[in-house]
């Protein structure tokens, strides 16, 4: 194809155009073409269709090949992605192979993608609270970072409007720390969970709460979601595989055809977008323009650009800071926007690293019944309301309960059948993972290798960043606390689990790089996620995140698009953009 031919121009030229079909950009197709935008979606990865290519979702575990569990060879072959614990025979095909899409560790991080039509929307845990003001305020408060440009205020009307949507189940728990929702009927708390949440009101008075999670399936769907196609949650546990029934939120199931449907959206996938077009003779004034993005087949590696007068870059936190820093122009030599330097830096993450496990010996006659898709939640309890250890911040956990069985798989056909009728239960194991806020730093960072390129030519992504003295701190802390809360509810054999050396990253809540702010000296967004310095270009992924809360961001993406996009479409009939 040539760019000369002025009908190929015209073929190639959108009213807007979003890097990324995952969930941030599942969400920016269908607002923008929603809005009567002619939209162009950008996916670097394969198609991926609604249930026909779920290829394991059916399968039992005997139609495996290895049971649904990974060979040494995948794992050898796989050493990052295979760390995930979504990753499995059933699942591994959602993930990148890690020989494919190299980057460079300057320090130990695990960096996970999915990269497909629909991202890691496929793969993910669907955990979803709302932030809170607590959250927002946090730099300002606590003096770290930079200070938010919006609050709970500016998106709790997006919060409400993608929950509907989206199909969200939780419990109205009224609690300040973790603000309701629009929810559809919550999942049920086992018998030990309820037992632990009654514990933990007596023995604290009310202020640890223990929830049902909040999460992302249809546990009664709503007209919206029939109107989706999409169906009630079967509570099989198999989410990672794609979801036949459409029982949990991905951008295959719901936004990407949504969008599809309103006949104003053209997606093109294996299409890796190299950076972004800049022109600084148009727009006038100090700042130029974005006028569309370089794209390089994925295949055939043909370079093709797409014009727009609309950017929105969705391609998961660490890509989007990658593409923005491999977009350099005379005007921006160290990356588009980058006049102050900070592209790149003050990356956050969730604190994964420690679990707790215990025993109770009660309930003795109960079990579970199904795979309920979901577990209970300890929203944070520390440094809520004032500043009180020796930390910044604080941490969330879940909290799950299971029988523990004496479960006999020995022999095979009928000697196993036999050995399982024999299968007792014992007492009930329970246990719970922190999910820690960390600080964004100057220091945690990514960078463009100066050398190494990947198979496309694109600069390898150089990530830096690492644990900190506050993390350390937190962790003790949630060792003690939850150990206290584990005694006082009369669990026992009660361990920690701390693992130094689980590099950040399996968290897989990576944060930050492109930062929203008040200030186009210390932020390179303002708060309609625009650069400050090219104002059509929104960045509305996990990049633009200031700080990171306790609470899971997926959902937060999701209301920032949603605001975002409602935004630039009004700008751009206005003819602002
Ligand atoms: C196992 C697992 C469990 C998780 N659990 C939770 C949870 O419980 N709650 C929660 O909130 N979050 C969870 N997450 C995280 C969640 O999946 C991400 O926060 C979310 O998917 C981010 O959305 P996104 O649109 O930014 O990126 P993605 O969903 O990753 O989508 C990005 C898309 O951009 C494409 N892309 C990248 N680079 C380019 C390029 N150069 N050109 C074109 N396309 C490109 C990718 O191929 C991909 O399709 C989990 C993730 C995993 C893997
Ligand atoms: S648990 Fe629900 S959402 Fe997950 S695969 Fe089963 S039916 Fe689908």
Not at 304 to 333: G, Q
Not at 477 to 494: S, V
Not at 565 to 573: H, S
């Given at each position: 194809?040539?760019?000369?031919?002025?009908?190929?121009?015209?073929?190639?030229?959108?009213?807007?155009?979003?890097?990324?079909?995952?969930?941030?950009?599942?969400?920016?197709?269908?607002?923008?073409?929603?809005?009567?935008?002619?939209?162009?979606?950008?996916?670097?990865?394969?198609?991926?269709?609604?249930?026909?290519?779920?290829?394991?979702?059916?399968?039992?575990?005997?139609?495996?090949?290895?049971?649904?569990?990974?060979?040494?060879?995948?794992?050898?072959?796989?050493?990052?992605?295979?760390?995930?614990?979504?990753f499995g025979e059933d699942s591994s095909h959602f993930f990148v192979k890690d020989?494919?899409?190299?980057?460079?560790?300057?320090?130990?991080?695990?960096?996970?993608?999915g990269y497909q039509v629909g991202g890691k929307s496929l793969m993910w845990a669907?955990?979803?609270?709302?932030?809170?003001?607590?959250?927002?305020?946090?730099?300002?408060?606590?003096?770290?970072?930079?200070?938010?440009?919006?609050?709970?205020?500016?998106?709790?009307?997006?919060?409400?409007?993608?929950?509907?949507?989206?199909?969200?189940?939780?419990?109205?728990?009224?609690?300040?720390?973790?603000?309701?929702?629009?929810?559809?009927?919550?999942?049920?708390?086992?018998?030990?969970?309820?037992?632990?949440?009654?514990?933990?009101?007596?023995?604290?008075?009310?202020?640890?709460?223990?929830?049902?999670?909040?999460?992302?399936?249809?546990?009664?769907?709503?007209?919206?979601?029939?109107?989706?196609?999409?169906?009630?949650?079967?509570?099989?546990?198999?989410?990672?595989?794609?979801?036949?029934?459409?029982?949990?939120?991905?951008?295959?199931?719901?936004?990407?055809?949504?969008?599809?449907?309103?006949?104003?959206?053209?997606?093109?996938?294996?299409?890796?977008?190299?950076?972004?077009?800049?022109?600084?003779?148009?727009?006038?004034?100090?700042?130029?323009?974005?006028?569309?993005?370089?794209?390089?087949?994925?295949?055939?590696?043909?370079?093709?650009?797409?014009?727009?007068?609309?950017?929105?870059?969705?391609?998961?936190?660490?890509?989007?800071?990658?593409?923005?820093?491999?977009?350099?122009?005379?005007?921006?030599?160290?990356?588009?926007?980058?006049?102050?330097?900070?592209?790149?830096?003050?990356?956050?993450?969730?604190?994964?690293?420690?679990?707790?496990?215990?025993?109770?010996?009660?309930?003795?006659?109960?079990?579970?019944?199904?795979?309920?898709?979901?577990?209970?939640?300890?929203?944070?309890?520390?440094?809520?309301?004032?500043?009180?250890?020796?930390?910044?911040?604080?941490?969330?956990?879940?909290?799950?309960?299971?029988?523990?069985?004496?479960?006999?798989?020995?022999?095979?056909?009928?000697?196993?059948?036999?050995?399982?009728?024999?299968?007792?239960?014992?007492?009930?194991?329970?246990?719970?993972?922190?999910?820690?806020?960390?600080?964004?730093?100057?220091?945690?960072?990514?960078?463009?290798?100066?050398?190494?390129?990947?198979?496309?030519?694109?600069?390898?992504?150089?990530?830096?960043?690492?644990?900190?003295?506050?993390?350390?701190?937190?962790?003790?802390?949630?060792?003690?606390?939850?150990?206290?809360?584990?005694?006082?509810?009369?669990?026992?054999?009660?361990?920690?689990?701390?693992?130094?050396?689980?590099?950040?990253?399996?968290?897989?809540?990576?944060?930050?790089?492109?930062?929203?702010?008040?200030?186009?000296?210390?932020?390179?967004?303002?708060?309609?996620?625009?650069?400050?310095?090219?104002?059509?270009?929104?960045?509305?992924?996990?990049?633009?995140?200031?700080?990171?809360?306790?609470?899971?961001?997926?959902?937060?993406?999701?209301?920032?698009?949603?605001?975002?996009?409602?935004?630039?479409?009004?700008?751009?009939?206005?003819?602002?953009?």
């Amino acid at each position: 194809m040539s760019y000369f031919n002025i009908d190929s121009v015209k073929d190639r030229t959108f009213d807007a155009i979003v890097v990324g079909s995952g969930i941030s950009g599942g969400w920016s197709a269908k607002e923008l073409t929603g809005k009567g935008l002619r939209t162009l979606l950008l996916e670097r990865g394969r198609d991926v269709k609604h249930v026909t290519d779920y290829p394991t979702t059916m399968k039992n575990p005997w139609e495996f090949d290895h049971l649904g569990q990974i060979t040494k060879e995948l794992k050898d072959a796989n050493p990052i992605a295979s760390r995930c614990y979504a990753f499995g025979e059933d699942s591994s095909h959602f993930f990148v192979k890690d020989a494919e899409h190299p980057y460079v560790q300057e320090k130990p991080f695990d960096w996970i993608r999915g990269y497909q039509v629909g991202g890691k929307s496929l793969m993910w845990a669907r955990g979803t609270q709302r932030w809170s003001q607590f959250d927002f305020e946090g730099p300002a408060r606590d003096g770290f970072a930079v200070e938010w440009p919006i609050g709970y205020a500016d998106i709790a009307p997006w919060y409400s409007y993608v929950e509907k949507f989206a199909g969200i189940s939780g419990n109205k728990d009224g609690l300040p720390q973790l603000p309701d929702g629009e929810f559809l009927p919550p999942h049920e708390q086992s018998c030990v969970e309820k037992y632990f949440t009654q514990q933990m009101s007596k023995h604290y008075n009310g202020s640890r709460p223990v929830i049902i999670g909040r999460c992302a399936h249809l546990t009664q769907p709503k007209d919206i979601h029939f109107q989706q196609g999409r169906g009630q949650c079967q509570n099989r546990n198999l989410c990672q595989r794609g979801c036949p029934y459409g029982g949990y939120f991905s951008s295959n199931s719901s936004t990407i055809p949504w969008a599809m449907r309103s006949g104003k959206l053209t997606m093109k996938t294996d299409s890796v977008v190299h950076s972004i077009i800049y022109d600084e003779k148009k727009g006038g004034a100090a700042n130029g323009k974005a006028t569309g993005v370089r794209v390089i087949n994925a295949n055939t590696k043909e370079i093709t650009e797409y014009y727009a007068k609309v950017i929105f870059l969705n391609a998961a936190t660490l890509n989007t800071n990658l593409i923005l820093l491999n977009s350099t122009s005379n005007r921006f030599p160290n990356g588009l926007g980058n006049d102050n330097g900070l592209l790149g830096k003050y990356i956050a993450f969730h604190n994964f690293r420690t679990t707790i496990s215990g025993e109770y010996e009660g309930f003795l006659d109960s079990t579970t019944e199904g795979i309920r898709p979901n577990g209970s939640y300890i929203p944070r309890f520390r440094n809520l309301l004032k500043q009180e250890t020796d930390f910044l911040r604080g941490y969330s956990a879940g909290f799950g309960t299971s029988r523990m069985t004496n479960n006999d798989t020995s022999g095979i056909g009928e000697d196993l059948k036999n050995s399982l009728a024999n299968t007792k239960y014992g007492n009930w194991r329970v246990g719970s993972h922190m999910m820690g806020e960390t600080i964004p730093k100057e220091s945690n960072y990514v960078a463009l290798d100066k050398t190494l390129t990947d198979q496309w030519g694109i600069p390898q992504l150089k990530i830096s960043v690492s644990y900190d003295d506050n993390d350390e701190k937190m962790i003790k802390d949630f060792h003690e606390q939850l150990t206290e809360m584990y005694t006082k509810a009369g669990f026992t054999n009660i361990k920690t689990h701390d693992k130094p050396d689980k590099a950040p990253g399996l968290d897989i809540h990576e944060m930050g790089g492109v930062r929203m702010g008040k200030d186009p000296k210390t932020s390179m967004l303002n708060k309609w996620n625009q650069l400050h310095n090219c104002k059509n270009v929104f960045v509305t992924d996990g990049a633009c995140m200031t700080s990171n809360s306790t609470q899971n961001p997926s959902l937060t993406f999701m209301a920032i698009t949603a605001r975002a996009a409602d935004f630039a479409v009004k700008e751009f009939k206005k003819g602002n953009l």
